[in-house]
């Protein structure tokens, strides 16, 4: 976790690989992968890379699965409490909390944000299911488990 923390806050999107990326969504999704912070564009990218020659649909939700997370506004600091939260098990508890706790609470619930965030957008709905269950234990779709081992979640 220190090393993805230190990724993270030095996370750099070679602009190539970001045009690229951005190559694989339709036009209305583009702005979505923008707004993400830099830290998860390099993780939508490098999980792009991962799902290989998978279908449009699975690249697609490779580059757009923490798409929720745009709307947290956390930074490493606040994702570190997000983690240290939840191996103690007390998230809901640091979710109650002034000024960060409806942060906290957005980032756990980046999965179903991120799903809403693309309905709004305009995305097929299969894309938003993906989306919305990519951190569920036992997704129905086969596509998000496809996600989830090249996230490493799987």
Known sequence: RVGQAFTGTFARVDP?????AAAE?????????????RRDQGHAIRVLHRVGTAPELVRQAALL????????FLGTPGRTIVVLARAAHVTASVSRLPF???RVARYVL??????????EAGAPDALGEIVAEHQWAQPRRAETRRLQEADGCG
């Open 100 to 102: 960060l706790g409806p």
């Open 25 to 37: 969504l339709p036009a209305n999704l583009r702005p979505l992968f923008l707004e993400m912070r």
């Open 110 to 119: 980046h999965p179903e944000i991120g799903a809403q965030m693309l309905r």
């Open 16 to 20: 190539r690989a970001a045009r690229e």
């Open 65 to 72: 699965h923490d798409v929720g997370k745009a709307r947290a």
